[in-house]
């Protein structure tokens, strides 16, 4: 394999695929990223065997294969090299040199038939999505997502396709997070599949806001095709919890109030947490909602911030985190918070989203 490629393009091109790769694994090539020649132009993949991304760049072939390199090594070298223009070329027993007009790197690969193959999904129902749509919903759902991996199938986030909808559900028991969204077309039987966190990471991580995704799914895996950029993924397996018997009805009593002016209060209030005492107080009275903080041996905040209430009052506690997730996320400029007592859960409701919080006991 000879071939002629720009510093910036491939540099973009490794740091694409390489994030998917596990530091310690048992298999070296999987420490690899495999290049190979595609016409005039240069793919680059990479996997874990959970999770496989690759891309597509444009280069000069000269002579085209295929080789896999190690990433890290390869991402390092290339960073640093002192000019745009770079020739890689492979030599017998994988061996790769990496050389510039002044400067050269030989460094040892590993053959292409030793790089896991990538399942090939054919003949399968194509479901098309829009990136800055399903970038707007992981926003709003990853990060409810449970990272407890004794409960396995809470640590994705669950796909729900419907007739023309696409709704997104994430929880890790203490919160919920339900996002919809509308599909380009309809879907004739309803479609469930939970991706993993680490899948919806990466998507998050190369989703644009304009063009699409076209969706295909195969045996319990799923493909992402974002055009120059494709993602497979595994699909975890098992019974993701009935969330929607937890949805309460709407109270009658809503609170409105500023989202950013409370972000920037209960951020505050977050700033005297512990582990031992992470609740951050809610006092709610007519018009007015008081955010405070009080932790033995750090110190106490207090803070009041105008509201729209006409509801009866109450003391409640939440985890200032569960709270800031979502209010960095959401879009209003006001929202709504419907609390029924100190012991009930919190809702926050928009067009097409709905996130549920938990209440915490106040030391």
């Known amino acids: 394999m000879r071939l002629k490629t720009n510093k910036e393009i491939l540099l973009n091109g490794i740091q694409i695929v390489q994030n998917v790769i596990t530091p310690k694994t048992a298999l070296p090539v999987l420490s690899n990223i495999l290049i190979e020649t595609q016409g005039n132009k240069l793919k680059l993949t990479a996997t874990d065997l959970d999770i496989g991304i690759s891309c597509v760049i444009p280069i000069e072939v000269q002579e085209p294969g295929a080789i896999t390199i190690p990433a890290k090594r390869l991402s390092d070298i290339i960073k640093e090299l002192p000019t745009n223009d770079i020739n890689i070329t492979t030599k017998k027993n994988n061996l790769v040199i990496i050389e510039t007009e002044n400067c050269q790197f030989k460094i040892l690969g590993l053959a292409a038939e030793e790089f896991p193959k990538i399942p090939e999904f054919k003949d399968r129902q194509v479901i098309n999505l829009e990136q800055a749509a399903l970038k707007n919903i992981f926003n709003l759902t990853s990060f409810a997502v449970s990272t407890d991996e004794a409960r396995y199938v809470l640590n994705g986030i669950l796909f729900n396709f419907y007739k023309n909808n696409l709704t997104l559900i994430a929880t890790d028991g203490k919160r919920l997070a339900i996002a919809e969204s509308k599909l380009q077309q309809g879907i004739e039987k309803n479609i469930k599949i939970i991706v993993p966190i680490k899948t919806i990471q990466e998507l998050s991580r190369n989703l644009k806001e304009e063009g699409g995704v076209s969706l295909i799914l195969g045996n319990n895996q799923a493909l992402f095709d974002l055009g120059g950029v494709v993602i497979i993924s595994r699909l975890i397996e098992g019974e993701f919890p009935d969330y929607q018997q937890v949805i309460p009805p709407a109270a009658e009593n809503k609170m409105g109030i500023s989202r950013e ?33 009080s932790t033995p041996d750090v110190g106490e905040s207090f803070e009041e911030v105008a509201v729209e209430y006409r509801g009866k009052e109450m003391v409640i506690g939440f985890n200032p985190h569960y709270l800031t997730d979502v209010l960095k996320n959401l879009k209003e400029e006001r929202i709504t918070l419907e609390l029924l007592d100190s012991e009930k859960p919190g809702v926050m409701r928009t067009a097409g989203y709905t996130y549920i919080v938990l209440p915490m006991r106040l030391s």
């Open 261 to 293: 002016q409370f972000l920037l209060a209960v951020k505050r209030a977050a700033l005297l947490s512990t582990p031992d005492y992470q609740a951050v107080k809610l006092e709610v009275f007519k018009d007015k909602l008081v955010v405070s903080k």
